[in-house]
């Protein structure tokens, strides 16, 4: 047997209103168990997709950069 019903987002809000408050505890947690699953945390978001896909160091620029910072602390302490 299947149900499906049209209900608008605010008119599902104002029916979970009326829920007593551990259902609405239990909803919750249900929701939360669900995002889980479905794996939408693991969305990888504009921001961090263009992180990504910013430039990335070379070795060689890498051990520049150590050098650097070695000088630039012991400029920086003395």
């Known amino acids: 047997m299947e149900l499906k019903l049209n209900i608008g987002y605010q008119e ?8 007593p408050f551990n259902q ?3 909803l919750k947690a249900d929701l939360a168990l669900m995002v889980t699953e479905n794996d939408m945390e693991k969305e990888i978001s504009d921001f961090q997709e263009f992180l990504l896909e910013g430039p990335v160091m ?3 620029q ?4 150590l050098s650097s910072r070695k ?7 003395s």
Do not use: C, G, S, V
Not at 12 to 19: G, R, T
Not at 71 to 77: E, I, K, L, Q
């Open 58 to 60: 070379e070795e060689d």
């Open 24 to 26: 609405i505890r239990q």
């Open 62 to 65: 890498y051990q520049d950069f």
């Open 71 to 77: 000088y630039f602390n012991a400029w920086r302490t």
């Open 12 to 19: 599902l809000i104002e029916l979970i209103k009326q829920l």
